[in-house]
């Protein structure tokens, strides 16, 4: 809280005792508990000429019944919006649904409702559907960490080419080829070597990387260790993440959300994208 009080930030989150969704029922209402107590420690050593802005802490690991109770508790304090954690440390991700849903029952529909812990696309629909209103993840840095861009189709008026369906890798050499209409691999021999791919990481894209630089750039930048490799592809990751946010916001403003939804998730099925219950874990609270 010192540290609170001398940064001055727009926003902070209360300090959560933050589980596993496996822990003992006993472990999990002691981590309600903590999480409640802690809020109330933080409010009272907030400068109020600050003003309120505390996200409290929802909390409840695997108990839908915890997860209620740490809302309403939660609701009852004088904070600026609410922040769900305890997703992505190894949840049911058939349940994560119900646990959002739960929780966000129980909180005022006028203040902020954050969530940390989720950030592939899939999971971001998830969420926004849910009622989310901010997140944050580390997503494109860990694709990036992977020598992998982001690529998936953003507008729901661009369809699928019948030549982009033709050109779909087969089980037996996709990952290996690096190719994928919903992220590439750039150290993949398929955009160096032999072939020579001149091309944009994703053509119209609109950031600095893909303005200046084509894939076999990348390419031998990445494997000759050179550091530029990652900045440039983390400027492309960065700014096509931002962009899938910006279609969804258009998709809400159009009241069709939930058709940019079934859209997004129907064509990423169709390129091979694994399902929102096998999504790899590489989204980390931490």
Known sequence: MEVVNACKPDLWVSLPDEVPHWVPEKRNRES?????????????????????????????????????????????????????????????????????????????????????????????????????????????????????????????????????????????HGVASGFSLAKVNLRSATYGGGRIDETPLVTGCKCYTCKRHTKVYINQLLNSNETLAQTLLEIHNTYHYLEFFKAIRESIKADKFHEFRTWFTSQRQELGVLSLGNIPRVVSCN
């Open 32 to 172: 309600v508990d903590h999480t409640s107590q802690w809020l109330d420690h933080c409010l009272s050593l907030q400068h109020a000429e600050h003003g309120n802005r505390c996200l409290g802490v929802v909390v409840g690991a695997g108990s839908l019944e915890e997860r209620a109770r740490s809302a309403e508790q939660a609701a009852t304090r004088n904070v600026a919006g609410f922040s769900l954690a305890g997703f992505g440390l190894g949840e049911d991700v058939a349940q994560r649904g119900f646990h959002l849903e739960v929780a966000i029952a129980k909180l005022p529909n006028d203040k902020l409702r954050h969530v940390c812990g989720l950030g592939s696309p899939e999971e971001v629909l998830q969420a926004v559907g849910a009622g989310i209103d901010l997140l944050d993840s580390t997503y494109p840095y860990m694709l990036t960490k992977e020598c992998l861009a982001m690529t998936f189709p953003l507008k729901m008026e661009v369809p699928l080419r019948n030549a982009d369906r033709d050109m779909q890798p087969t089980p037996d």
